[in-house]
Every structure is written in C-alpha cells, then in structure tokens.
C-alpha cells in the first residue's frame, strides 16, 4: 500500500533549465509535505517543507507547489546546476510518521 | 555540530549470524526513527522512539528485529538471526517533536546509512 508514489523514476534536465519533480498521495490526513534530497553513500538530507494548508513555499531555487484536490505536490528547481544531481525523495508526515516515496534520480547535465 | 552518528557503515555478514546497528542521534533530539532503505520498497520506517520509548514498531518487519533505546544519546537495531533479504542501507534519523505535535513539520536528520549485506 504505497501512501507516498513517485512514478518517475528518473529526470534528465539540461544545465540551466527547470526541473519538475511529481509526487502523489493517497492519504488526505497528511498535514506536511517535504522533499529530501540524497547523494550517494549519504542519508536524506532536508530541502524543503509545505503545510497542507498552503499551495506554494518558495526557497531560493526551490519551489514547492501543492493540489490539495489531486492529491499531487510538484518540486520546482530552476535554474538546474550540475550540484542538484541527486535522488529526490518526496516524503508526507502525518503527526510523527513521515512516509516516503520511491525516488526520482534526477540528472542535470551541464 | 555533529549530526546523527551511525556505526558501522558497512557490514558483511554471513546468513544466520546477529547483526546489530548503532545509532547516536543529535543532542537535544527527543524523537528517533529507524528506516531502511531498498531498491524495491524505498525508504520504509522500522520503528520510532519518543524520550527513549518505543512509539510505533509495526513496520519491524519481524520478530527477528528488535531495536532498544537505553537512554536519549544511543540506539541499537538487532537482527538476529539474519538473512540475505535483510540486505539494505539502515539510516537512523532524529528529531525535535514538540509536546503535542505543535510546530511538527516531519523535518528529520539522517545519519549516513549502515549498508547491511548478508550472504
């Protein structure tokens, strides 16, 4: 029963363009949504958080939008750097739990 | 500052032999989480502790797991006796949890894996 679902498994994005990470849930109970990044041989590392009652939080290159109604949260990075290749992970918190999805490798080629 | 310190970060161990994992997590963090990592299922969590008390274990897979957490500064996952599907990286995470969940956004810190492979 995968909660948390990231259906691509991997992005290639050209140096300098956007790139458009998606994730769905399933669970309507979920009150904060987070994306995690991870480079090899490392644990997840933090990136950035939204509130379920909001639709966007901005940080610098890093924008994350929310459709509460399709269930559906999207992570923005623009413009891409050749640093940003990693695996992002989408994870959905509800009180303590944070569940995660799959992954998406993401590849930015300069 | 150090972050979440896991020991060892690789081990090799032949089936049915016991494993253990180390987890120190940040000073001050109340809350410790234990997932696993696999190609197949991606991060799944085993077991979390709130001030050193087990919360919530149903993810441990079975009873060959157990994890404890003696005081707030160390924790241990114990596999015993493994197998080869117990293969994977196990990171520990910790937290802040404020009383009651308030200001709870699911933001953990992760120590940097111990790669389990079992043969």
């Known amino acids: 029963d995968q909660q948390v679902k990231q259906n691509s498994p991997s992005l290639s994005v050209q140096e300098g363009r956007i790139s458009i990470l998606n994730c769905d849930y399933t669970?309507?109970?979920?009150?904060?949504f987070l994306w995690y990044k991870k480079y090899p041989a490392e644990g997840p590392t933090f990136l950035i958080s939204?509130?379920?009652?909001?639709d966007k939080n901005e940080d610098g290159r890093f924008t994350v939008f929310l459709n509460k109604s399709a269930k559906h949260l999207s992570l923005h990075i623009v413009p891409s750097q050749p640093g940003d290749s990693a695996v992002y992970f989408c994870?959905?918190?509800?009180?303590?739990?944070?569940?995660f999805g799959a992954g998406t490798i993401l590849r930015v080629k300069s | 500052d150090a972050g979440v310190i896991q020991s060892p970060r690789h081990e090799v161990t032949e089936m049915g032999q016991e494993v253990t994992l180390r987890c120190k997590p940040i000073?001050?963090?109340?809350?410790l989480f234990w997932y696993r990592q696999t190609m197949m299922r991606g991060l799944e969590l085993l077991i979390y502790?709130?001030?050193?008390?087990?919360?919530?274990d149903s993810g441990m897979p079975e009873d060959r797991f157990s994890a404890k957490m003696p005081n707030a500064s160390f924790s241990t996952l114990k596999i015993q006796p493994s197998e080869p599907r117990d293969s994977a990286v196990y990171f520990c995470?910790?937290?802040?949890?404020?009383?009651?969940?308030?200001?709870?956004?699911?933001?953990?810190?992760f120590g940097e894996g111990s790669r389990l492979t079992v043969l």
């Open positions: 995470a910790s937290s802040l949890n404020l009383a009651g969940g308030r200001g709870r956004t699911g933001e953990l810190f």
């Open positions: 669970n309507s109970m979920f009150d904060y």
């Open positions: 939204i509130s379920s009652i909001k």
């Open positions: 994870a959905a918190s509800r009180r303590y739990k944070l569940v």
């Open positions: 000073s001050g963090h109340n809350s």
């Open positions: 502790f709130n001030n050193n008390v087990p919360i919530d």
